[in-house]
């Protein structure tokens, strides 16, 4: 949705080439998270600690999108990555409390 290149005018950093070290790394890095809902299942610590981290980041970070706009050299208005962070930061937010308290959520 051209996030990256609008952060990147934003910030005035390039971003990586497609394909390069530090992209393939980024992408082994996000393919990495797909081991979470596996060690939970284990009950494995390393588990739930990414998944407190994958939550309470898109609950939390994700907000900034509504910020971005606010740097530009121009009226507020869309930001990339806006549109889908409505449904995200709900769902991270439930997964918090789920997290938090499990039982409650099977009541």
Same mark, same amino acid.
């Given at each position: 949705m051209? &996030? =990256?290149p609008a952060f990147s005018r934003l910030t005035g950093v390039a971003t990586p080439e497609e394909g390069s070290p530090l992209s393939l790394?980024?992408?082994a890095l996000a393919a990495a998270w797909l081991l979470?809902?596996?060690l939970l299942r284990w009950r494995?610590?390393?588990?739930?600690y990414l998944a407190w981290t &994958? =939550?309470?980041?898109?609950?939390?970070?994700e907000l900034a999108?509504?910020?971005f706009p606010t740097f530009e050299d121009r009226p507020y208005g869309y930001f990339p990555g806006m549109a889908t962070v409505v449904p995200l930061i709900p769902a991270a937010w439930w997964g918090l409390y789920r997290m938090k308290w499990p039982q409650a959520?099977?009541?």
């Open positions: 051209d &996030f =990256f790394l980024l992408y979470v809902p596996i494995n610590p390393l588990g739930e &994958f =939550f309470a980041s898109t609950g939390l970070i999108h509504f910020v959520s099977h009541a």
